[in-house]
C-alpha cells in the first residue's frame, strides 16, 4: 500500500511567477527509503512541505497529495500531527524546551497523552536512540549532532508511520552525520517506517536508499531505485558531453537547456558514480553493467572492468610512482591557476604559527599544543580533522581573537576570518546597509563607500539582493554576502570556517572558483574544513590536525594518497590500485590508460 | 570521509567543547553547572519529590525571616550553613567567610549607627546620639536574618531547579509553565549568538576603528537590533517543529517524571507537623523575642520548647534525610 501518492502536484508561491513544484507525481509504498536530492532551490523542501499538511506553505496549488491512499481531507490534524514526523536542518531552531526529557515528551503532550503514557513512551524512546545517557540534561549542553538525534527521537515519539527530514544533515560534521544516518536507517529497518530524505550527502544517503527522486526546478528529473537513477544520470551526463563535443565542433552552441544540468547532477552523485560514469564503456565490454554506489562496490566495480589486467596493476603499485607520473600525464596542471599565482608564492608565508599553545581557562586542557603552521601567500591550505582537534580554536588564534600564551604568530598584512555561522556576519536591516556600514572605517565618501559595496556585491553576485535582509537570502547567498563583507577591507589573508557546510555541489564549486581568485591575486587562503572531497580538490596543501597539532601536511595527493580512512572516497576505491588517485577523475584516467582507452573529455 | 569512530546510532559525537564561536560556553574547569541543575553529591532532599523541597524551603525561609529568637536564629543559621557546606563544600564556606561575614557585620553595625531607641544606653556617639544595646543586639539579629537567608536561597537555588519549579508551578498553569520552559531554552541561546556576533564582529572590523568608545556603543545597540531579527527569524523554525508536533490540535497535558513515595510523604507530614507547632508557638508569641525598649526573651514552657525541637527537626532535614541515606548505604554495603 501507498504511504504517500503525489499526483501532478504543481505548486507557486505567492507573488512569484515561476512554480516551485511542475507537475510532480511519485508513489511512495510503505516502508519505503526515498532519498530527494538535487540543487539548491530545486524545489526540495517545498515537496517535503507538502507531505506534512501542517507546514505546508500558502500559495496557488494543482494536483493533490494522499497520505495512506486518502485525501488530506479525511485525515484528521490530530492524525496529521501523530502519523508525520519532519525534522528539518537547524538543530537549535527545533527545540522547544530546555530540558531533553521535556523534548522529548513535548510532542505527546500536545496531543494530550495521559503522564503515565508519556512516561513509557519517553523511556522507549530514549532506549531506542541511546539517549539516556542525557536524559536530565539541558538540551544546550548537547552537541549540534546529539541536538539532531534528539530531534529525531522527539519527532519519532508519537510513533508516526511517516518521516519526513529536510536536510536534517545540513549543519552536522561527517561523523555525526553518519550516526544521524544510522538511526534513520534503523528506524527504517526496525520500525518499518516510511521514511523521505532530502540530502546532499549522497555518497552517505544512496547506499540506504530505496528510491532516489531528483528534483531539478521543481520537476522529477529522474526517479527509481538508487542503481538505476545513478546509471541514468551517468548516461545524461555522457549524453550531454558528446552534444556539447558535438556543439563545438560544429559552431552551434545551443545545447538543450534541460540537459545543461546532466553534469552539475553528476557532479552531486558519489564518487563510485562518477568514476562509473567516466568508465561506462568499458563497463559495457566487461559485462558490468549495474552503477555502484558505495566504495564497496566502486572496488568491486572497478575489479570488473579490469578484470585479468588487475594482477599486473597490483605490482605496479607496489613498485610506485607509475601512478603519479600517469596522472601529471593526464591531470591539467594544478599550480596553473592565475598569472600571479607563483610569483606571489614565492613571496613566503602569509600566517605562521609557531608552536603555539593555547587554554580557553587557566586550568583547563590545552587546546592547542605546540601548533605549527605555515600558511603560503597566493594559495589555499586546508585543515582537516575529526571534531573537537582546535582546528576552529587555530582560526581564532590566527585572526588574534584568542590569545595564545605560548608560541609566536606573525601575520603579512590585513586578516579577515569568516565565520561559520554567516548569520552573525550581518548587523544592519538591508545588504547595502550592512556592507556600507562595514566600509564606514575604511573609507570616507558616502558615495565612495555605496560604490565600493555595490561592487562587492556585483562580484559575487548578489547586485540584485541589495535591497533584502541579510536573514531573508537562501543559505548559499547568506554566505557570499558574508565573504562579500568579510573581503571588504581588502584582506591579505582569509580564513574561512568550515565553508562548505549545507552547500550543495554547485554552489561549493562556486566557492572553490572564488577562493582560487582570491589565491591567485595573492591572497593568503586558509580553510578549516570537514570535507574532504572539497579539500582534495580545490586546496593547493592540506594539513591533519590532532590532538591541538598538525600531524600530517602536504600537496593534496601524496597527503591523502598515505590515508586509510581519513582520504576521499575515490582514494578509499583505488587503495591499492593507485594510491595517487585521490579524484574520481583520476580514478578514471588512470583506469582508461590501463585499459588503453581514449581519455574522455568531461569529468 | 572518516567513519573510523562511527558507533551505529550511539550517542558519542564529539562534543564540540571546543568551539571558539561560544565564548564562554567552554570552561571544563569552571564550577560546572551540572546536569539538570544538580548539585555533584548526591543530596536526599534533591532525590525527594519537588514539592517536598518546595515546603521546605517555604518553611525554612518563612522561619528566618519571622523568628527573631536567640535560639531559633542561631538553628536556622547552623542548619543554613550546614546543609550548603553539604551541597557546595568549599564554596559554601567560602561564600560564608568572604561574602556572608562582611555583610552580617554591616547590618550589625549599621543599626546602632542609625537607631538610638533602647533604654540600656552604653555610650554617647559623637553627634551626642545615644549607642544603645538593644539597637546594637537588634541589628545583630537583623544581620543573622539576612546572612541566614541568603544562605537558605543558594542552597534552595542548587536543589529547587527551573526544571522542578517549572513542574511544581506548571501544575497551576500549564500555559505559562510551557512559556517558562521556552524562555528557560531561549535567553541562553540568545546570550550565546550575542557572544558569536561579537566575536565574529571583532574579526571582521579593522583593529583601529575597535577602540572608539561611540563606535562600539553603536555597534553594540547594532548586535542588540540584529539579534531581535534573529530571534523572530528562528522561531519560525521553532513554532514549525511545534506545529509539526501537534501543538495547537487539543488540550495539552503536561508531563513530569516525579512520583511522590512513601519517605516523601512522611516528610510531608512531619514538615506539616511542624509548621502547626510554629503556628501555635507563634500565637503564643514564644518564636520572636522583644529588642525594644528593653530586650526580653519569651520564657519558653513546654511549647516552646517543643517549638524549638520542631524547628531543629525542620532546619536539619536534609542532612537527617542525607544522613539516613548514608546510613543505609553503609549498612547494605558491608552485609553485601
Known amino acids: ?603 | 570521509m572518516a567513519k573510523a569512530g562511527q558507533s551505529g546510532t550511539g550517542t558519542q559525537s564529539a562534543p564540540d567543547d571546543e568551539d571558539p564561536w561560544t565564548p564562554g560556553r567552554p570552561a571544563p574547569d569552571r564550577e560546572a553547572r551540572p546536569a539538570g541543575g544538580r548539585s555533584r553529591r548526591s543530596d536526599a532532599l534533591q532525590g525527594c519529590h519537588p514539592l517536598v523541597a518546595l515546603v521546605f524551603f517555604a518553611l525554612v525561609l518563612s522561619g528566618a525571616v519571622l523568628f527573631l529568637h536567640p535560639v531559633l536564629t542561631a538553628l536556622s543559621l547552623a542548619g543554613g550553613l550546614g546543609y550548603s557546606i553539604h551541597l557546595l563544600g568549599w564554596r559554601a564556606v567560602r561564600f560564608a567567610l568572604f561574602g556572608m561575614t562582611p555583610l552580617f557585620l554591616v547590618a550589625a553595625a549599621f543599626n546602632p549607627l542609625f537607631s538610638h531607641a533602647g533604654a540600656t544606653i552604653l555610650a554617647r556617639l559623637p553627634g551626642g546620639a545615644a549607642l544603645t544595646l538593644e539597637s546594637i543586639v537588634f541589628g545583630v539579629f537583623a544581620g543573622a536574618m539576612i546572612v541566614t537567608v541568603m544562605i537558605w536561597f543558594t542552597a534552595c537555588n542548587q536543589v529547587l531547579s527551573a526544571d522542578k519549579l517549572h513542574f511544581l508551578f506548571g501544575r497551576l498553569a500549564p500555559a505559562l509553565a510551557l512559556v517558562f520552559a521556552m524562555t528557560l531554552r531561549f535567553v541562553p541561546r540568545l546570550a550565546i549568538q550575542a557572544r558569536r556576533i561579537a566575536y565574529a564582529q571583532r574579526a571582521i572590523t579593522p583593529p583601529p576603528a575597535r577602540r572608539g568608545l561611540a563606535r562600539r556603543a553603536r555597534e553594540g545597540l547594532a548586535i542588540v537590533s540584529i539579534l531581535t531579527t534573529w530571534a523572530l527569524e528562528n522561531s519560525i523554525e521553532t513554532a514549525d517543529s511545534m506545529r509539526s508536533r501537534g501543538f495547537g490540535t487539543g488540550p495539552r497535558s503536561s508531563f513530569n517524571h516525579h512520583r511522590i513515595d512513601r519517605r516523601d510523604r512522611l516528610t510531608l507530614a512531619l514538615l506539616g507537623l511542624a509548621a502547626a507547632v510554629f503556628a501555635l508557638a507563634t500565637a503564643y508569641s514564644l518564636t520572636t523575642m522583644r529588642f525594644y525598649p528593653a530586650l526580653a526573651v519569651p520564657s519558653p514552657g513546654w511549647l516552646g520548647l517543643a517549638g524549638w525541637l520542631a524547628y531543629a527537626g525542620v532546619v536539619f532535614t536534609p542532612l537527617a534525610l542525607g544522613a539516613q541515606e548514608e546510613l543505609r548505604w553503609r549498612r547494605t554495603q558491608s552485609s553485601a
Not at chain 1, 451 to 467: D, F, I, P, Q, T
Request: hydrophobic content about 45%; proline content about 5%.
Open chain 1, 1 to 603: 500500500m501507498a504511504a504517500y501518492t503525489i499526483e501532478r502536484l504543481s505548486f507557486a508561491y505567492p507573488q512569484r511567477p515561476a512554480p516551485a513544484l511542475r507537475d510532480v507525481s511519485l508513489n511512495l509504498a510503505r516502508g519505503d527509503f526515498a532519498v530527494l536530492c538535487g540543487p539548491s532551490g530545486g524545489g526540495k523542501t517545498t515537496l517535503l512541505r507538502h507531505l506534512k499538511p501542517a507546514l505546508t506553505p500558502h500559495g496557488s496549488r494543482s494536483g493533490r497529495v494522499l497520505f495512506d491512499g486518502r485525501d488530506w481531507s479525511e485525515v484528521g490534524p490530530r492524525e496529521r500531527a501523530q502519523a508525520i514526523g519532519f525534522v528539518s536542518q537547524n538543530p537549535d531552531n527545533q527545540l522547544v524546551t530546555d530540558k531533553v526529557w521535556h523534548e522529548l515528551a513535548f510532542g505527546l503532550e500536545s496531543l494530550g497523552y495521559p503522564n503515565h503514557a508519556i512516561r513509557l513512551r519517553v523511556a522507549e524512546m530514549a532506549s531506542f536512540f541511546g539517549l539516556q545517557d542525557w536524559f536530565e540534561r539541558d538540551v544546550a549542553e548537547l552537541s549540534g549532532g546529539q541536538k539532531q538525534l534528539l530531534n529525531l527521537a522527539s519527532a519519532m515519539a508519537s510513533q508516526p508511520s511517516a518521516l519526513i527530514l529536510d536536510e536534517p544533515t545540513g549543519q552536522l560534521d561527517p561523523i555525526a552525520a553518519a550516526e544521524f544516518l544510522a538511526a534513520v536507517k534503523k528506524i527504517n529497518l526496525e520500525l518499518g517506517t516510511t521514511v523521505i530524505l532530502s540530502e546532499h550527502r549522497l555518497e552517505e544517503a544512496l547506499p540506504l536508499a530505496d528510491q532516489v527522486v531528483v528534483l531539478r526546478a521543481g520537476q522529477v528529473a529522474l526517479a527509481g531505485p538508487p542503481k538505476r537513477v545513478c546509471a541514468q544520470a551517468a548516461a545524461q551526463a555522457a549524453a550531454q558531453a558528446a552534444a556539447q563535443a558535438a556543439a563545438q565542433a560544429g559552431t552551434q552552441a545551443g545545447t538543450d537547456p534541460a540537459d545543461q544540468g546532466a553534469a552539475e547532477m553528476l557532479a552531486a552523485l558519489p564518487s563510485a558514480v562518477r568514476v562509473y560514469a567516466g568508465l561506462a564503456d568499458a563497463a559495457h565490454a566487461a559485462d558490468a553493467a549495474e552503477c555502484p554506489i558505495s566504495v564497496r562496490d566502486g572496488r568491486r566495480f572497478l575489479d570488473a572492468v579490469l578484470g585479468a589486467a588487475s594482477d599486473k596493476t597490483k605490482r605496479l603499485a607496489v613498485t610506485g610512482e607509475t601512478g603519479a607520473r600517469a596522472d601529471d600525464a593526464v591531470t591539467p596542471g594544478r599550480d596553473g591557476h592565475g598569472r600571479f599565482g607563483r610569483r606571489e608564492r614565492a613571496e613566503g608565508p602569509a600566517v605562521e604559527l609557531r608552536e603555539v599553545y593555547f587554554r580557553f581557562s587557566r586550568n583547563g586542557p590545552d587546546v592547542l599544543r605546540g601548533l605549527s603552521l605555515t600558511a603560503p601567500r597566493g594559495s589555499i591550505l586546508a585543515v582537516v580533522g575529526a571534531n573537537g582537534v582546535g582546528k576552529s580554536t587555530a582560526l581564532g588564534v590566527m585572526a588574534g581573537l584568542l590569545r595564545a600564551y605560548r608560541g609566536s604568530l606573525a601575520v603579512k598584512g590585513d586578516l579577515a576570518l569568516l565565520p561559520q555561522d554567516p548569520q552573525t556576519v550581518f548587523l544592519r536591516k538591508t545588504l547595502e546597509e550592512d556592507l556600507c556600514e562595514a566600509l564606514k572605517p575604511l573609507v570616507a565618501g558616502r558615495s565612495e563607500r555605496s560604490e565600493r559595496a555595490w561592487a562587492a556585491a556585483e562580484r559575487v553576485g548578489l547586485g540584485h539582493l541589495m535591497g533584502a535582509h541579510p536573514y531573508d537570502l537562501s543559505g548559499g547567498e547568506q554566505q557570499r554576502a558574508a565573504l562579500a563583507k568579510v573581503l571588504l577591507s581588502e584582506p591579505d589573508v582569509l580564513l574561512l570556517d568550515e565553508p562548505t557546510k549545507g552547500l550543495d555541489a554547485a554552489l561549493k564549486s562556486a566557492l572553490a572558483e572564488t577562493l582560487k581568485a582570491l589565491a591567485a591575486s595573492g591572497v593568503g587562503v586558509v580553510l578549516v574544513s570537514h570535507d574532504i572531497e572539497f579539500c582534495a580538490r580545490h586546496a593547493d596543501r592540506c594539513a591533519l590536525m590532532f590532538n591541538g597539532g598538525v600531524i600530517a601536511e602536504g600537496a593534496p595527493r601524496e597527503f591523502f594518497a598515505g590515508n586509510g580512512f581519513y582520504t576521499t572516497a575515490a582514494n578509499r576505491m583505488a587503495r591499492g590500485r593507485w594510491p595517487a588517485a585521490i579524484l574520481a577523475r583520476e580514478v578514471v584516467a588512470r583506469c582508461r590508460a590501463e585499459l588503453g582507452l581514449a581519455p574522455t573529455g568531461g569529468r
